[in-house]
């Protein structure tokens, strides 16, 4: 592994375009109808054709074999290397990540990164991430694993259902102003918290929806922009994975709450690679497949100290218009959750905060922003960009 020194030697790297679908529920459309669709998009957006690209990067959950050689196919066939990548959650951050260590190195100067998912079931998602004597234990039901570590939290630190439901109000807000959100209807505190009970202390409102939808970008040396005002720099790009005695939610379950996680372990290094840290970021895209983790995903990053994100929120720290607004385009809970797409579509977000191109949702004077996806396994990626 290079060093943090060789790591800021390699050459810069930038999303030139970016492409994404509305997400939502398609029952007459596949994954690689609405993945090109976010491809040909992000070509545009770039002002590239697709025989620019060298090497494809595709990443998805429960798509199948060569899901990303069938959406590219849509567009055609150039004998380019296409990799698909099933990495959970974080599936198209890490196919984002592999598209930047590509060009970084120099292999490649043009790169394309796309994530997917077409939804294939209603209510628990049927999780394939865990061995078969474990999801007959129930491990793989993500509300009830959530749930546990909620009660944990709220315990150690005084949170309230108020606080974790608060989560809820204020990313579904803001995904009244995002076009490309599932939800445009705002929801109240009491309607959050008297929501049907999914497993105690979580209700239905505190589970984040799933969705059809893709997101693409393409990622590519300086020397290959055709817009200076469109390109964001990738100043770091990160991905960990867990360590014995760790839960699947982005907190210690076993381990001493001392030791550092894989979730503070991404972040701390990408804080490295880049040159910045937590007290830098502008705006932030954090991981809220369930209510409450939006507030221990932002302590584990270092954006505050644990037990403190709760007060915080109260005191609209993370609003539109707070100090550092989190989950600006609804997060997961607003804009909703097609797995292989989400983490991608975090990084979307950012891009379009940087450029100043978020509209009624931007954030003022945005230069640098960080994206923060789960995935079971578990991993997590961290990815900083800077204009």
Same mark, same amino acid.
């Given at each position: 592994?290079?060093?943090?020194?060789?790591?800021?030697?390699?050459?810069?790297?930038?999303?030139?375009?970016?492409?994404?679908?509305?997400?939502?529920?398609?029952?007459?459309?596949?994954?690689?109808?609405?993945? $090109?669709? =976010?491809?040909?998009? /992000?070509?545009?957006?770039?002002?590239? %054709?697709?025989? #620019? !690209?060298?090497? &494809?990067?595709?990443?998805?959950?429960?798509?199948?074999?060569?899901?990303?050689?069938?959406?590219?196919?849509?567009?055609?066939?150039?004998?380019?290397?296409?990799?698909?990548?099933?990495?959970?959650?974080?599936?198209? $951050?890490? =196919?984002?990540?592999? /598209?930047?260590?590509?060009?970084?190195? %120099?292999?490649? #100067? !043009?790169?394309? &990164?796309?994530?997917?998912?077409?939804?294939?079931?209603?209510?628990?998602?049927?999780?394939?991430?865990?061995?078969?004597?474990?999801?007959?234990?129930?491990?793989?039901?993500?509300?009830?694993?959530?749930?546990?570590?909620?009660?944990?939290?709220?315990?150690?630190?005084?949170?309230?259902?108020?606080?974790?439901?608060? !989560?809820?109000?204020?990313?579904?807000?803001?995904?009244?102003?995002?076009?490309?959100?599932?939800?445009?209807?705002?929801?109240?505190?009491?309607?959050?918290?008297?929501?049907?009970?999914?497993?105690?202390?979580?209700?239905?409102?505190?589970?984040?929806?799933?969705?059809?939808?893709?997101?693409?970008?393409?990622?590519?040396?300086?020397?290959?922009?055709?817009?200076?005002?469109?390109?964001?720099?990738?100043?770091?790009?990160?991905?960990?994975?867990?360590?014995?005695?760790?839960?699947?939610?982005?907190?210690?379950?076993?381990?001493?709450?001392?030791?550092?996680?894989?979730?503070?372990?991404?972040?701390?290094?990408?804080?490295?690679?880049?040159?910045?840290?937590?007290?830098?970021?502008?705006?932030?895209?954090?991981?809220?497949?369930?209510?409450?983790?939006?507030?221990?995903?932002?302590?584990?990053?270092?954006?505050?100290?644990?037990?403190?994100?709760?007060?915080?929120?109260?005191?609209?720290?993370?609003?539109?218009?707070?100090?550092?607004?989190?989950?600006?385009?609804?997060?997961?809970?607003?804009?909703?959750?097609?797995?292989?797409?989400?983490?991608?579509?975090?990084?979307?977000?950012?891009?379009?905060?940087?450029?100043?191109?978020?509209?009624?949702?931007?954030?003022?004077?945005?230069?640098?922003?960080?994206?923060?996806?789960?995935?079971?396994?578990?991993?997590?990626?961290?990815?900083?960009?800077?204009?």
């Amino acid at each position: 592994m290079k060093t943090i020194a060789e790591l800021k030697a390699l050459r810069d790297v930038v999303i030139a375009g970016v492409g994404i679908t509305r997400w939502d529920i398609y029952p007459d459309q596949e994954w690689y109808d609405f993945g $090109s669709e =976010a491809v040909l998009r /992000a070509l545009k957006d770039a002002g590239l %054709e697709y025989k #620019d !690209v060298q090497i &494809a990067f595709a990443g998805s959950s429960y798509q199948g074999v060569s899901s990303g050689h069938q959406t590219l196919a849509e567009i055609g066939k150039t004998a380019i290397p296409v990799i698909n990548v099933e990495n959970a959650c974080s599936s198209s $951050s890490s =196919a984002l990540r592999l /598209a930047y260590q590509m060009v970084a190195t %120099e292999l490649y #100067d !043009v790169a394309l &990164a796309v994530g997917f998912e077409k939804q294939r079931y209603k209510g628990f998602i049927p999780s394939t991430a865990w061995r078969p004597w474990e999801r007959m234990l129930g491990y793989n039901v993500m509300p009830a694993s959530y749930a546990k570590e909620t009660v944990r939290y709220m315990e150690e630190y005084g949170a309230t259902i108020e606080d974790i439901s608060m !989560v809820t109000v204020k990313n579904r807000k803001n995904a009244m102003l995002n076009p490309n959100a599932r939800f445009q209807q705002q929801v109240s505190l009491a309607e959050v918290m008297g929501s049907r009970l999914v497993s105690s202390p979580l209700r239905l409102l505190h589970c984040s929806p799933l969705a059809d939808g893709a997101v693409a970008a393409i990622v590519c040396s300086k020397d290959k922009i055709q817009s200076k005002k469109k390109a964001v720099t990738i100043a770091a790009a990160t991905l960990t994975s867990g360590m014995y005695g760790e839960g699947n939610c982005g907190r210690n379950s076993v381990k001493y709450p001392a030791d550092p996680n894989y979730v503070e372990i991404s972040a701390r290094q990408a804080y490295e690679v880049a040159g910045y840290g937590p007290e830098d970021m502008d705006v932030i895209q954090v991981y809220d497949a369930m209510s409450p983790a939006e507030l221990w995903d932002i302590e584990q990053l270092g954006f505050c100290k644990p037990g403190e994100a709760h007060h915080m929120l109260r005191d609209g720290y993370f609003d539109l218009d707070g100090k550092l607004p989190s989950n600006t385009d609804g997060g997961l809970m607003g804009r909703g959750h097609p797995m292989g797409a989400t983490a991608l579509g975090q990084i979307y977000e950012i891009v379009m905060q940087l450029r100043g191109e978020a509209g009624k949702r931007q954030v003022p004077k945005a230069k640098i922003g960080l994206a923060h996806s789960l995935g079971a396994g578990p991993n997590s990626s961290v990815t900083i960009l800077k204009k």
